[in-house]
C-alpha cells in the first residue's frame, strides 16, 4: 500500500494563477483532511471530508475549494493564488469508523506564490 | 473551543537523558489526544494517542505519554533520548463538540538530541 499520496511535490505559482493539489489514499478510509503548515502555527485544518460528494470547511478555508469525487482522491484547489497562501500543504486520511481514529499523512506538498 | 499549546519551541538534551516534550489542552467533554512526529521535509507520522483507560499510554520508538486530567496535560516523554530522535512534535486534541474526527494542533515543538 502507497498509503496517503500527494502530487506534486513543489510549485511554484505566480499571484493570480490557479493550481489544483492532488491527494490519493488506498486504504478505503472515508474521511480526508487538507490542512496547511506554517511555521511557528502548526498544522490548521483548510478543509475536510467525511464521505465521497461530501466536503466542510475547516479552520482557514478562504481562498480554497475542494471535491470529493471519489473517496480515494482529495482535491485541493486555489482559483487565484496569493502570496498568503505559501505554505506547506499536508493531506491526510482517516478510516471514519471513530471519532478517535488515527489519521494518516502525505508527504506534503510545497507551494511558493510569487 | 478546543485548544492545544506546546508551550516550548525547542527542547535540548543530551543522548542518552530523558526527554519530556510538554502539551496542555484544553476541551469541553472528553478530550483524545494524539502525538506526532515530523522528520525533516516528511508528513506527519502517528506516535500514541490516548482515549480512555491507562493514563500511561506506550507509543512507537519508546515513546510514552501521561494523560493528567486534573492539570489537562499530555507530555510526551522518553526515558533515553537518541540522536534520531531530533525531529519536530505535534501534540493534537480532538473529541469535545466535534464528531468528524477533527483535530487541533499545537504549535509544535522542535526536539534537539545532542550526541
Known amino acids: 500500500n502507497a498509503g496517503v499520496t500527494q502530487t506534486p511535490k513543489f510549485r511554484v505559482l505566480k499571484t493570480g494563477q490557479s493550481m489544483t493539489l492532488l491527494c490519493a489514499q488506498d486504504?478505503?478510509?472515508?474521511?480526508m483532511y487538507w490542512y496547511r503548515q506554517d511555521p511557528g502555527m502548526g498544522l490548521r485544518l483548510i478543509h475536510y471530508s467525511v464521505g465521497e460528494g461530501t466536503t466542510a470547511k475547516g479552520e482557514v478555508p478562504d481562498g480554497y475549494n475542494v471535491s470529493r469525487l471519489k473517496k480515494q482522491n482529495f482535491l485541493l484547489g486555489l482559483e487565484s493564488a496569493a502570496p498568503s497562501q505559501t505554505s506547506v500543504y499536508f493531506c491526510a486520511s482517516s478510516p471514519g469508523v471513530s471519532i478517535t481514529d488515527t489519521q494518516y499523512f502525505g508527504p506534503g506538498t510545497r507551494l511558493t506564490v510569487l | 473551543a478546543q485548544s492545544v499549546a506546546q508551550p516550548e519551541d525547542q527542547v535540548n538534551v543530551a543522548e542518552g537523558n530523558p526527554l519530556t516534550v510538554k502539551c496542555t489542552y484544553s476541551?469541553?467533554?472528553?478530550?483524545?489526544l494524539f502525538w506526532y512526529v515530523q522528520y525533516p521535509n516528511r508528513g506527519l507520522q502517528f506516535l500514541l494517542k490516548?482515549?480512555?483507560?491507562?493514563?500511561l499510554v506506550k507509543g512507537s520508538y519508546g515513546f510514552e505519554a501521561e494523560f493528567n486530567k486534573s492539570q489537562t496535560s499530555f507530555h510526551l516523554k522518553k526515558p533515553s533520548a537518541l540522536v534520531s530522535d531530533s525531529a519536530l512534535y505535534f501534540c493534537?486534541?480532538?473529541?469535545?463538540?466535534?464528531?468528524?474526527?477533527?483535530?487541533?494542533f499545537g504549535q509544535g515543538t522542535t526536539l534537539q538530541v545532542k550526541p
Open positions: 476541551v469541553s467533554g472528553n478530550p483524545y
Open positions: 490516548y482515549i480512555t483507560g491507562d493514563n
Open positions: 486504504m478505503n478510509h472515508e474521511y
Open positions: 493534537a486534541v480532538g473529541g469535545g463538540s466535534s464528531n468528524t474526527g477533527k483535530l487541533i
